[in-house]
């Protein structure tokens, strides 16, 4: 594992539930709710195409992993996030490494109550301009 000093999933210690050649599973902690997992490269990587494709297939098969866990033991649903926010400074809630959040999900869970529905209202049909433009972003 290539350690970083500052970066807390260079040096994960005792909390490593799983792992494979090039990532590892452990509890996020703090977590938004009980069985948020995050799956991380080994390697310190801030930006997520600087991952490798080999790593991109450590990572995947772990979160199809625990996706697969999760929906045996806990909940009906899961989410996968991956954020990359380097306008944000690296502190409890977010660390410069790359990791994905696979979360466990309900209909009307705690997540959804406190964040989610709040959100519906944001969604707005896709114009043709908009996908025109944003389809060029792409070639």
Aim: proline share 6%; charged share 30%; aromatic share 10%.
């Amino acid at each position: 594992m290539t350690q970083q000093s500052s970066c807390p999933f260079c040096n994960p210690a005792q909390r490593v539930l799983k792992e494979n050649k090039n990532a590892y599973v452990l509890l996020s902690d703090p977590r938004k709710i009980p069985g948020h997992f995050l799956v991380i490269p080994k390697r310190h990587v801030e930006k997520p195409w600087e991952i490798k494709e080999e790593e991109l297939c450590s990572i995947f098969n772990l979160v199809t992993f625990v996706q697969q866990k999760i929906i045996e033991t806990l909940s009906d649903g899961c989410d996968v996030r991956q954020n990359y926010r380097p306008f944000l400074k690296q502190g409890r809630t977010k660390v410069d490494h790359v990791h994905y959040h696979v979360m466990p999900r309900t209909f009307e869970d705690k997540l959804y109550m406190k964040v989610d529905k709040f959100e519906a209202n944001l969604f707005e049909d896709l114009t043709p301009e908009e996908h025109e433009r944003m389809a060029r972003i792409l070639d």
